[in-house]
């Protein structure tokens, strides 16, 4: 049985915060901590489509003003 390293209190099994003084426990060896850190692309197959996807867009915004241009210089 595992207990509170700030309090004493017995911890029930897999108890994240101690219901006693509620101090957060240390994970242990087989869970799973979460991180912010985003992880890095370098797959050449994503970095071009990510490319393309933004080129794409920009070629869709460009063709949008120029169509509104024209659109705008009617009579």
Do not use: I, N
């Not at 915060?17 to 890095?40: D, H, Y």
Request: glycine residues 12%; hydrophobic residues 50%; proline residues 12%.
């Amino acid at each position: 049985m595992a207990f509170c390293p700030d309090c004493g209190s017995p911890l029930p099994g897999g108890a994240e915060s101690c219901p006693s003084c509620g101090s957060l426990q240390a994970p242990g060896p087989g869970s799973l901590v979460w991180s912010a850190r985003m992880p890095v692309v370098t797959s050449p197959v994503v970095v071009k489509q990510l490319v393309f996807a933004l080129g794409a867009g920009a070629l869709f915004v460009a063709l949008l003003m120029v169509a509104m241009g024209a659109y705008a210089a009617l009579p």
